[in-house]
């Protein structure tokens, strides 16, 4: 282990927080949301550089993470698929090393969770996962903020997630457990999240083959689309697959009075959800999209400050 290393704290998933850091965090997110709104100068980290690593494309966290250290007086460093190949020209172990020693903390977007765990291992200043295989943990944040601000506090309440059990599935599951609510998930055989995941949360989670039934009484509704990146080439074979598994009105009319309905963007209007659900009055995926820069901004004052 290199010498230079010092104690940091790292996200790499949700559970790197405690109950009481993560909903500090999300009430932070909305002060600092609100503080913006006002005009107000807030710039606690002067001088201090983001290196983000994108082996996966982006828009909303690429955005998101550059917009957010530039209104805290910092900056961001944009690094392509083509600028860096972790692990192919240099080991990440080295990767790691270098970059930290460099910059204040390093974002990374990638397909394999044991990157961002190697990463972080030889890594002196914080590592965030952006989106991995496994999780998004910082799209969570950003829907428990939006659960927050529209409807107040989540836990007790219950969740339906419907469609692919992909990396956001992983992550709501880790969340249930973080937030304490409950939660439905339905999807087809063999698309089901993961397994170890699924059975720590066993005690707040249920796992369903028919969306009304998991969308029954529940406060709030998500979707992602049904295949994600590196997944094209099953697109045809899942769209069959998951075809019983749309978010329709019919599903949301099982859903609780006050539901709320999310995605994580981009979305395939008729396939994983209908138009009248996405662009209708339940859904607030404008408020969840833009919240990611509310909630990655409180993280990054959380690690670089708080947590430091």
């Given at each position: 282990m290199d010498a230079h290393r010092t104690h940091c704290r790292h996200f790499l998933s949700l559970?790197?927080?405690?109950?009481?850091?993560?909903?500090?965090?999300?009430?932070?997110?909305?002060e600092l949301k609100r503080m913006l709104k006002a005009g107000q100068d807030y710039r606690p980290l002067p001088y201090r550089t983001l290196a983000m690593i994108f082996e996966k494309s982006s828009t909303r966290t690429r955005v998101s993470f550059e917009t957010g250290?530039?209104?805290?007086?910092?900056?961001a460093l944009f690094l392509s698929p083509r600028d860096t190949q972790l692990g192919r020209g240099e080991p990440i172990e080295d990767s790691a090393r270098v970059l930290s020693r460099m910059v204040d903390a390093v974002m990374i977007r990638t397909f394999s969770q044991e990157t961002l765990e190697r990463f972080a291992a030889y890594s002196s200043v914080p590592v965030i996962n952006g989106l991995s295989d496994r999780l998004h943990p910082c799209q969570?944040?950003?829907?428990?903020?939006?659960?927050?601000?529209?409807?107040?506090?989540?836990?007790?309440?219950?969740?339906?997630?419907?469609?692919?059990?992909?990396?956001?599935?992983?992550?709501?599951?880790?969340?249930?457990?973080?937030?304490?609510?409950?939660?439905?998930?339905?999807?087809?055989?063999?698309?089901?999240?993961?397994?170890?995941?699924?059975?720590?949360?066993?005690?707040?989670?249920?796992?369903?083959?028919?969306p009304e039934?998991?969308?029954?009484?529940?406060?709030?509704?998500?979707?992602?689309?049904?295949?994600?990146?590196?997944?094209?080439?099953?697109?045809?074979?899942r769209q069959t697959l998951f075809a019983p598994f749309?978010?329709?009105?019919?599903?949301?009319?099982?859903?609780?009075?006050?539901?709320?309905?999310?995605?994580?963007?981009?979305?395939?209007?008729?396939?994983?959800?209908?138009?009248?659900?996405?662009?209708?009055?339940?859904?607030?995926?404008w408020d969840e999209a833009e919240n990611r820069l509310h909630a990655q901004k409180a993280l990054l004052e959380f690690l670089l400050t708080v947590a430091a």
């Open positions: 559970l790197d927080l405690s109950d009481v850091e993560a909903r500090a965090l999300i009430a932070r997110a909305i250290m530039v209104q805290l007086g910092g900056h969570l944040l950003a829907d428990m903020q939006t659960y927050q601000e529209s409807r107040g506090d989540i836990r007790g309440r219950r969740v339906a997630w419907i469609g692919d059990g992909n990396n956001m599935c992983n992550s709501f599951l880790e969340a249930a457990r973080l937030f304490d609510f409950e939660l439905r998930i339905a999807c087809p055989e063999g698309f089901e999240p993961d397994a170890a995941l699924l059975a720590a949360a066993s005690d707040r989670c249920t796992l369903v083959r028919d039934e998991a969308a029954d009484g529940a406060h709030l509704v998500a979707t992602d689309v049904w295949a994600s990146m590196g997944q094209e080439e099953e697109q045809a074979r749309q978010v329709t009105d019919a599903v949301m009319a099982r859903a609780a009075g006050d539901a709320l309905f999310m995605h994580c963007l981009p979305a395939h209007r008729g396939e994983e959800v209908a138009a009248s659900v996405i662009d209708g009055p339940r859904s607030v995926v």
